[in-house]
Structure formats: structure tokens, C-alpha cells
């Protein structure tokens, strides 16, 4: 019987996993305790302090919504909504309800993973050096790690299930999106998270992989545009990545976890950011050249990411260190540009959409 | 505890006067803490006296490297109650007397022979120097979140706090992994705690001292307690609070009741740490004996609490 307090625990306790994974007891839950000592972290992540307490009694609807991580669900619905408009233009969504169904499927796929790897994230300790990205459910002891991997891999089921149908009738998704995605799980399952090619999954991902899912479940086939949609929707997310990994850039180097931003430093990472976003701008520039219709479109949105690209270029001039509100400050505002760039490209689409039910 | 004398002229070269007139004052006035704190664990793991001595040394010349450049940087007039040595002797002199006791500290160290300790040390040099060049870069944020400020004090205060515990282990060749584990957080809970509460004399918060009151926060430095006191507030209040010149202005500014308060949440959010750190101390006591745990964990008394022993 663990008492409640604190407790420290080496991986190889034969009591660990039952302790880590919240299996050790009926009513009382151990949550992993954070710490700033980061540097040396393969050590640190094998023996973890975890605070034992009661069992807070919590609803099921609260803590599962606590547990959903909802604020990354435009990687998802961003590429979704852009081929769903561009394939209702072209005339070629063939079943709404299937299309309906693979972007639930899709929805639900992604807040799966989400959560799959917030329960790995913990298990691996590595919350208890980045503390402040820890699910919020598991933090608080609402839900416990083997209970919400459950929750995750039922959410991941359910995503299988509801894209099954567009599967059915367009094989061609298993063979494009199946292999990545078991790779990916394997990847997430073995911690390879802060691994450089686990980036390039995320881009695969959101980007071209699940444009061209879409594309085919809604019926449009193999189409080179849906690829470039998701190159540039890929783009932004991995943007959005690279930001998430800059901004803990300190923690990151002296837990020395391996992504693009720790690579290239502090200064080096900054000009990666510039590079990314002007890249984004020659690529969008490219793909409304070839493929919008309407000059006013092109210019606009254009001329909205190039006024962004002239910001972000100044604001991190600026930034002159990893820490502090100043760093905070260019996480916020360039995590808002992505969205300012999504909100008005979603706005075009729209706007064509509605044009394009006018004339019909 | 009794006094260790930390370095004998032969320590320096006899000809460089300055120098070693430099190194007498700035060894004269200090506590010490960190060097006693390396003797409670060299008594109770029996070490050897010269090995006691190269310890107590060793931290010391690094603590007080780092108070040269210190005070450099951060344009401090006094030290230990006299002229700081920059203003004394030249910032191009305080430079190089901090160097030179880095530099002592390798010669003497890698004359012991233990490549681990010497490792171990280099490491903690860089941390320190790691620290300082943070702090520098938060300096006018008023912005500044109490985590952030917790990861610069880890690298610059803890570091030696940690090393104090963890180098007599290594200078006897111990470097069992659970041991130095515990010991590493226990350090960085004491260098919390030792900086928060030093924070605290800023607002005259158990300054029996005496020290000089907003110090930091006049130097537009929003330390622990200011970024605690402040988090909720709204950036416009934040900046409107770093140009105060009094406490009773600060108080005032923060609002009626709220100074009070926030020190209670403060210090119940430290006695947590307090906590840890005492969970953590009991996880080696049977290493390092009943005797020496008890005086650790002692140590929040005096290094949070400020209670005279």
C-alpha cells in the first residue's frame, strides 16, 4: 500500500510500471512531480518523483474534455475545409455523407494520436521536465495514464472506423496513408518523438498525405493540386512545430532532445524561421499563380503574407534571447500570423464557394 | 561549524601584490555557507582533510569568480560592505582576478587526479556562466515569468548548491546514480530557496541583515518575488510597478492587502518545495547517516525561513 506523499521511483522497480501507469491503486492517483533540473535528462527521465493523493472525483464529460487537446484541431480542419470548397467547385464530391464521415474520421484520428502521445509524453517522464505541456487530465489526476491511453486508442478505433467506408471505396487511401501511419505509431509507441524525421512525418501528415486522403475520399481522385494544398498546409504546420520547439529551445538543449530548432541554436533557429516563412510565401506565391482564378485573390492574399513575412522578419530581428517576455511575445504573434494566413485563405475560399453557388 | 580557511598566500603568486591584496578583501566578509556546507558532508563521509580543504576551496574560488564578474555586470558598488573590486581595481583587473581563480580551481583539481570531479566541475563553471549571461538578458523585462526566472537561478545559484553536495561523493569516487540523482535535486531546491528568500530581502521580508531594500527591482530586475507578485497583472501596471523608488510605493501600487497576501502564497508555494526537498533528503539518509540528514534537512530553516540558528 503507497502512502500518500511524495515517492521516488527508479524504472527498474518492480512496482514502476504499475506506479507510472496509475494501476497501483483503486482511489489514490500518483502524479509525476516536474523539475527544472533538465540537463542530463536520459538520467533524469529513469527515476521520477510522483506526489501521491486521494483520487480526485471528477466527472467522466470534464475529464474527457480535459483531456482532448482541441487547440491543434485546425491542422486538421484547415487542409480539410480548402479541398472540401475546391472539390465542390470542380463538381467532384461525389457522396457527402462519406466525405462527412472521413472528416470525423480524420477529427478523430488526430485527437487519438494527440492524446496517445500525451500519455507517452508522461510515461517517458519527459512532462516532468517540460511540465507545462502535460495533458491537462493526466496533470490533475482525472484520468489516469492506461485509462486515457484507452480513451486514445478508442478515439483512434473510432477514426479508422468512421474512414473505413472511403477505404471501402477508395483503396488507394490504405496504400497512400497506411504505412506512414504505422510507422508513426511505432515511432510514438518507441519515444522517437524528438527525432529530426518525426518532423517530417508531421509534415507528411498534415500536409500532402492528408490533402490527397481527402481529396480521395471525397471522391476527386489523384489530383496535383490537393498535393500542393497539403505541401503548403503541411508547410504552416510544421511551422508551428518549429515555434513550439523554439520557444523551449533552452529546456530542450539542456535535456538535449534532438529537433531541428536545438540543431541549428538560438540564432540559427531564428533564421530557419525566416527561410520557413519566406519559403511558404515563393510556394503559396507558386500554387496562386498556377491555380487562382481570380487576380484580386492572388494579390491579396499574397500581399497579406508578404506584410507578414516583412513582421516576422523584424520581430526576430528583435528577439534577442530564449527566455523572457520578449520570447513569448514573437511565439504569440507568429502563431498568430499562421492564423491570420489560415483565417484569410479559408475567407477566399469561402468567398469562392459562395460565388460559385450564386452562379449555380 | 567551524570556520575553513579557504586559501593561504602560497595559493597566489607572491608577485602579484594586487592581486593577492584583491583576493584579501574579497575573502574577508563572506559566510562561507557554501564551503561549510562541503565540510558537513566531507565530516560525515570521513574524507580526508586535504581533500576537505581542496573542496571547500574549490567552491569558494568559484562562488567569489562569480561575485567579481557579478558585480561587473551588474554595475554593483559595494560587496561584502566595501568598494566592489571593479570600481577598486578596474573592471579589466576584477575580470582577470575572476579568471584567474577559475583557472586556480583546474590547476588545483586536476592535481587530485579525479578526471569525474574535474568534469563535473567544468560543467558546473559553465552553468554559472550560463546563468549569468540569462539574468542579463531579463533585465527590464517586466514581463518575466516566475518559471523563467526559476530556470536562470538553477543554473546560477543552484549549480553550486548542487556541487556542494554531489563533489565530495565524486572526490571519493561515489557516483552511484540514485545518490547523485537525489543530491542533484536537493540542490536545485536549496538554490530555489536560497534565492527566493534572498529575493524576498528586497521587501524587507525577514531582512535581519539588514540588506539594501528593492535593490534588484531598481536595477530594473523583476526578480521571484516582483514576477510572483505581479504575474496577474496587466503588462501596463507591470511597467508602471519597475519605476517605484520605495517599498511603501510598491505596496501601495500593488494594492491595499495584496502584498500580504501574495508573501503568504509565496511562502506556502516554497514550503512545498521545502517538502520535496525534505522527501528527497530522506531518500539518501541511509547514505549519508541520520546525523548529517538531520542538519540537511535543517537547512530550509535557515536558507528559506531565515532563522538564526
Known amino acids: ?360 | 561549524m567551524r570556520s575553513i580557511k579557504i586559501y593561504d598566500s602560497k595559493d597566489f603568486p607572491a608577485y602579484l601584490p594586487k592581486l593577492n591584496l584583491l583576493y584579501d578583501e574579497l575573502f574577508t566578509g563572506g559566510k562561507g555557507f557554501r564551503a561549510q556546507l562541503v565540510h558537513l558532508f566531507c565530516v560525515s563521509l570521513k574524507a580526508p582533510e586535504n581533500t576537505e580543504k581542496l573542496l571547500a576551496q574549490t567552491v569558494e574560488f568559484i562562488h567569489n569568480a562569480s561575485l567579481l564578474h557579478d558585480d561587473l555586470i551588474d554595475k554593483s558598488a559595494q560587496r561584502r560592505g566595501k568598494t566592489a573590486a571593479w570600481l577598486k581595481y578596474t573592471p579589466e583587473y576584477a575580470v582577470l582576478a575572476g579568471d584567474y581563480l577559475l583557472a586556480r580551481v583546474m590547476v588545483n583539481l586536476s592535481g587530485f587526479g579525479n578526471i569525474r570531479l574535474v568534469q563535473y566541475t567544468a560543467e558546473v563553471i559553465s552553468d554559472l556562466l550560463e546563468g549569468e549571461w540569462l539574468q542579463d538578458s531579463l533585465v527590464g523585462d517586466a514581463d518575466v515569468q516566475l518559471t523563467e526566472l526559476d530556470r536562470v537561478h538553477n543554473l546560477k545559484t543552484a549549480s553550486l548548491f548542487k556541487w556542494c553536495m554531489r563533489a565530495p561523493f565524486l572526490a571519493l569516487k561515489n557516483e552511484d546514480k540514485n545518490l547523485h540523482h537525489s543530491l542533484e535535486e536537493m540542490g536545485t531546491l536549496l538554490g530555489q530557496l536560497f534565492q527566493r528568500s534572498d529575493d524576498l530581502l528586497d521587501f524587507d521580508v525577514r531582512n535581519h541583515e539588514g540588506k539594501a531594500l528593492l535593490g534588484d527591482l531598481k536595477s530594473g530586475y523583476f526578480n521571484s518575488f516582483a514576477a510572483f507578485c505581479t504575474q496577474d497583472l496587466g503588462s501596463e501596471k507591470r511597467r508602471a510597478l519597475k519605476q517605484v523608488q520605495t517599498l511603501p510605493e510598491f505596496v501601495s501600487a500593488l494594492g491595499a492587502g495584496q502584498f500580504e497576501s501574495r508573501l503568504a502564497e509565496f511562502d506556502r508555494m516554497n514550503q512545498a518545495k521545502i517538502e520535496l526537498y525534505l522527501h528527497h533528503v530522506n531518500q539518501i539518509e541511509a547514505v549519508i547517516g541520520a546525523e548529517l540528514a538531520g542538519k540537511m534537512k535543517s537547512l530550509p530553516d535557515l536558507l528559506y525561513w531565515r532563522k538564526a540558528k
Open chain 1, 1 to 360: 500500500m503507497i502512502a500518500n506523499g511524495y515517492l521516488t521511483m527508479d524504472r527498474k522497480h518492480p512496482d514502476f510500471e504499475k506506479v507510472i501507469w496509475g494501476r497501483f491503486s483503486n482511489d489514490k492517483v500518483a502524479l509525476l512531480e516536474g523539475s527544472i533540473n533538465a540537463s542530463g535528462a536520459t538520467e533524469n527521465l529513469e527515476r521520477l518523483t510522483f506526489v501521491v493523493k486521494d483520487r480526485p472525483r471528477t466527472g467522466l464529460i470534464k475529464s474527457g474534455i480535459a483531456a482532448l487537446k482541441i487547440k491543434n484541431l485546425h491542422w486538421v480542419l484547415f487542409p480539410m475545409l480548402l479541398v472540401l470548397v475546391k472539390n465542390i467547385i470542380d463538381e467532384t464530391l461525389q457522396d457527402e455523407i462519406l466525405a462527412l464521415l472521413s472528416v470525423l474520421g480524420a477529427v478523430a484520428l488526430q485527437l487519438g494520436v494527440e492524446m496517445a502521445n500525451d500519455v507517452q509524453d508522461y510515461v517517458n517522464g519527459v512532462d516532468r521536465i517540460h511540465p507545462q505541456s502535460a495533458n491537462r487530465a493526466l496533470k490533475a489526476g482525472w484520468l489516469r495514464p492506461y485509462e486515457m491511453q484507452k480513451f486514445s486508442y478508442v478515439l483512434i478505433a473510432l477514426g479508422c472506423f468512421l474512414g473505413l467506408p472511403s477505404v471501402i471505396f477508395f483503396p488507394e487511401i490504405l496504400l497512400l496513408v497506411g504505412p506512414f501511419l504505422l510507422l508513426s505509431l511505432v515511432g510514438l509507441k518507441r519515444g522517437a518523438k524528438y527525432q529530426i524525421w518525426s518532423e517530417i512525418f508531421v509534415f507528411l501528415f498534415f500536409g500532402p498525405l492528408l490533402t490527397l486522403g481527402f481529396q480521395m475520399s471525397f471522391g476527386g481522385g489523384f489530383d496535383l493540386e490537393a498535393v500542393f494544398l497539403g505541401v503548403l498546409t503541411g508547410w504552416l504546420v510544421w511551422f508551428q512545430v518549429h515555434l513550439k520547439n523554439f520557444r523551449f529551445l533552452m529546456v530542450n538543449s539542456q535535456a538535449s532532445f534532438n529537433n531541428s530548432m536545438t540543431r541549428l541554436g538560438f540564432e540559427g533557429a531564428k533564421r530557419a524561421l525566416v527561410y520557413w516563412w519566406i519559403l511558404f510565401l515563393v510556394l503559396s506565391g507558386f500554387y496562386l499563380s498556377v491555380y487562382a482564378t481570380d487576380t484580386l485573390q492572388f494579390y491579396g492574399l499574397f500581399t497579406v503574407e508578404m506584410i507578414l513575412t516583412i513582421l516576422i522578419f523584424g520581430w526576430t530581428r528583435k528577439l534577442m534571447s530564449p527566455i523572457g517576455s520578449q520570447m513569448q511575445e514573437f511565439i504569440k504573434r507568429a502563431n498568430l500570423s499562421v492564423m491570420i494566413v489560415m483565417g484569410c485563405w479559408i475567407a477566399v475560399w469561402l468567398f469562392n464557394y459562395l460565388q460559385f453557388q450564386t452562379l449555380a
